[in-house]
């Protein structure tokens, strides 16, 4: 069932006549069921001259308000509870208003957050991270708020991954987005997201793609009435330039909303690498240094309205465009010597890398509801296009032992993408405790990619290639969940057909792959007692390759250590179980879970050397996976002003499978884990710190060791909570640096990559006709 975000009635109100004695509003809040108290919920008292006042219930679920005579409402609310409006009241003496709220933490349904909840909810089917409320974000991308998230990680290159595991389909909005490959989401500013869902065990609802699971990133929109506004900005060291503007205005009628984005950004990095190869009895040593600047230049905009054609029909349209320029420096130093470290050759390296990339999604949506309650029609048709140029300037010398003429190389890769995306999702209740749904989804890609490579002035042919690739799939879902006594379930059924083809125009290769295929799905819960609740939950998943892990035109800036992809790479499959337990208790809430994924077929990245001594990494299908673990996620709130969370995870996963007659098997076992603290002093200050630590992990090749980093941020509200100041320090012990080593009979390879070093920024938020709890949200037609 759907939380409503708190909306600030607009009744009409004393005057300054009115009468100044002070009234008393006592009561107590309780469980519908059980009837125990609930300690720290949230009173609100809605006034007339579009004010509010708040207090929360004692440890007891007892509250005391007082306010001078008028007509008022009461809002109650509390964390995985229904919210409670009260009807209009006269407060012209003390009285006493006891609440009972009921639970609506059993339901599998879409949840909207409002802004006063907290930073992490705990759903049986997914966490909800509530950007709003997140101080360590501010100022910084949608890879910062990842960061943040339980359970999911976003490496130095951009990649995400969800328990350790990187197969996981990243959406905006619900909806697939090219913006979440290659570092796109660092193009995302945190101001324009609303919150991120994280779903380990998706129902037949959702697309099946992801064995790792889903993170779905919604933006904001407007949900309050008439014209409100909010202006942000930021500096920070290194450079971090960045402007945010939100501005929405909503009737009975019509709901506009905009939000204006801009950010320029420098990021200063740094790889080594120790590379030792044996061949034929001789031994060569090279020591490869690169210190690498990047740069950012992002704007963005994203516009749209809802009209409420009437009580039962919303029509809704948005555009997003995004425009970025990427700058990289890079200066490689390559020092080549033999087993007794005495330098033979010196060659140095450098490379101009740009890349403008411009993208825009066009998207409609509609939403009919009906008398009968919790019926429900959506559709929604997205287009989305988009291209950029890459363009790689590099010049290679040799330094030592003599100097060589200076080596020119240019390449360029334009890429262009059309895709639709089609949606229509009809939900129908039978009774008060049954229910079916089913929907049906079309996602049509086109990819065009025309790389060229220029050495010297002469056109290098085997490096020039144009690029086709079409990805249609087509599914379809069915899903029927019902309620007996404390037994709930959910079963469903979605059947996928995929339609892929990638080609070249010198018919290199001409794969095309089209298979039909049924993901089933379960989830069982059983309410143990009115704190505790059971879920056992399985699902079928699959995990195609992406456009760059298929396509092998991806770059030359390093011939000594390419990345490219593989066009005949098959999907993966994989089977997922997972026990997850929700109990709270008060002030604590805990959150177990056990998990089993069980995959065929998993591709792998294999470092391979050339007869040059060069390496090249590309993904190959190796063989099965099994990897399974446990995970806790706890939060703990010992006063009103303290807030603890920590979240545990341990896995462990055994790989099999070979490659060219080669074996690659790989069993290891490891764990990572986050801690957060949030103290709020009100009309004080507010605090945050978070600590992440990634123990190390053993791959079929690779030895990557364990990494850890802190975040601390602060903030102060002013003007009535107009305007807010947040400092926030990232990599706060500077730790961000990920090593790894691989070792075969044939070579040795160790490396160091920093991708950034301590960052500080400073952010301003000012709000005209809003105060910072009234964050914007996604209405419930999203």
């Not at 109650?76 to 006269?90: G, I, L, P, R, W």
């Not at 994924?597 to 050397?609: A, P």
Request: no cysteine; aromatic share 12%.
């Amino acid at each position: 069932m759907k939380k409503l975000l708190l909306l600030i009635a607009f009744l009409f109100g004393f005057t300054v006549f009115a009468q100044s004695t002070e009234f008393s509003i006592t009561g107590k809040v309780i469980d519908s069921k059980t009837k125990q108290p609930l300690p720290y919920a949230t009173i609100i008292l809605v006034l007339s001259s579009e004010k509010t006042k708040k207090v929360s219930t004692d440890d007891q679920g007892n509250y005391l308000l007082k306010n001078t005579s008028g007509n008022y409402q009461l809002k109650v609310e509390f964390m995985s509870y229904k919210t409670h409006t009260t009807n209009n009241f006269e407060l012209n003496q003390d009285l006493v208003q006891n609440i009972s709220l009921e639970e609506d933490i059993n339901q599998l349904d879409e949840v909207n957050v409002i802004a006063e909840k907290s930073g992490v909810e705990l759903k049986l089917d997914k966490k909800v991270f509530n950007v709003g409320k997140d101080i360590l974000s501010r100022g910084g991308s949608a890879n910062d708020i990842l960061n943040n998230v339980p359970s999911v990680n976003v490496d130095v290159a951009g990649v995400v991954s969800l328990r350790g595991n990187n197969s996981v389909t990243v959406l905006i909005n619900g909806k697939p987005s090219m913006l979440t490959n290659n570092n796109g989401l660092s193009q995302i500013s945190s101001a324009n997201i609303e919150k991120v869902e994280v779903i380990t065990n998706p129902s037949a609802a959702y697309e099946a793609q992801g064995g790792g699971g889903i993170i779905n990133i919604v933006l904001k929109k407007n949900s309050i009435k008439g014209f409100n506004a909010s202006v942000q900005g930021g500096i920070g060291n290194p450079t971090n330039y960045n402007m945010n503007a939100n501005v929405s205005y909503k009737t009975e009628k019509i709901n506009l909303f905009s939000n204006l984005g801009y950010r320029d950004m420098n990021i200063y990095a740094w790889n080594k690498q120790y590379q030792r190869n044996f061949n034929n009895g001789v031994t060569t040593i090279l020591n490869q240094n690169d210190d690498i600047k990047r740069s950012d230049n992002t704007t963005s905009i994203y516009i749209g309205g809802d009209y409420y054609i009437n009580d039962k029909n919303t029509l809704t349209g948005s555009y997003y465009h995004s425009k970025n320029k990427s700058t990289d420096i890079i200066k490689y130093n390559y020092n080549y010597s033999d087993m007794m470290n005495k330098t033979d050759s010196i060659i140095s390296r450098s490379q101009k890398y740009e890349e403008p990339q411009i993208y825009n999604a066009l998207e409609l949506n509609y939403v009919k509801t009906f008398d009968k309650k919790d019926k429900k029609w959506t559709s929604s048709l997205q287009y989305v296009f988009w291209n950029d140029d890459e363009n790689q300037y590099i010049d290679q010398q040799r330094i030592y032992p003599d100097e060589s003429p200076v080596s020119n190389l240019y390449t360029n890769d334009i890429e262009s993408s059309n895709d639709i995306f089609i949606k229509s999702d009809f939900v129908n209740p039978i009774n008060e405790n049954s229910k079916i749904e089913m929907g049906i989804r079309s996602d049509l890609r086109a990819i065009r990619s025309d790389y060229y490579t220029i050495l010297d002035d002469v056109l290098q042919n085997q490096f020039t290639n144009k690029l086709k690739y079409d990805e249609n799939l087509y599914s379809a879902y069915f899903q029927f969940s019902s309620k007996i006594k404390r037994f709930n379930y959910l079963l469903g059924l979605r059947s996928e057909l995929s339609d892929i083809k990638i080609s070249d125009t010198k018919n290199t290769f001409n794969n095309a792959k089209n298979y039909i295929n049924l993901f089933p799905t379960v989830h069982l819960v059983y309410n143990l007692t009115p704190k505790t609740d059971f879920q056992l939950s399985y699902s079928k998943r699959i995990n195609r390759p992406r456009f760059w892990q298929l396509n092998p035109f991806s770059g030359l800036s390093d011939l000594r250590n390419l990345t490219v992809g593989n066009p005949d790479l098959d999907p993966m499959f994989i089977n997922s179980f997972e026990l997850t337990v929700l109990t709270k208790s008060g002030k604590f809430s805990l959150n177990p879970s056990v998990y089993y994924q069980h995959t065929n077929n998993f591709f792998e990245y294999i470092v391979e050397r050339t007869s040059e001594n060069y390496f090249i990494n590309t993904p190959v299908n190796l063989g099965t996976e099994n990897r399974y673990g446990a995970e806790v996620s706890a939060t703990y709130n010992p006063t009103k002003w303290l807030r603890l969370s920590l979240d545990f995870n341990y896995y462990a996963f055994k790989q099999e499978g070979s490659y060219k007659d080669v074996s690659y098997n790989a069993k290891d076992q490891t764990w990572l884990s986050s801690f957060r603290s949030i103290i709020k002093f009100p009309k004080i200050i507010s605090g945050d710190f978070s600590f992440r630590y990634r123990g190390k992990n053993q791959g079929v090749q690779t030895l990557t060791q364990a990494q850890y980093s802190a975040n601390l941020g602060l903030s102060k509200d002013f003007f009535g909570d107009k305007m807010s100041v947040t400092l926030n320090v990232n990599n706060l012990f500077d730790s961000q640096i990920r090593k790894r080593e691989t070792i075969t009979s044939s070579y040795y390879l160790q490396s160091e990559y920093k991708t950034q070093g301590r960052y500080v920024n400073l952010t301003v938020i000012y709000r005209f006709n809003r105060n910072k709890t009234e964050a914007d949200r996604l209405p419930d037609n999203m």
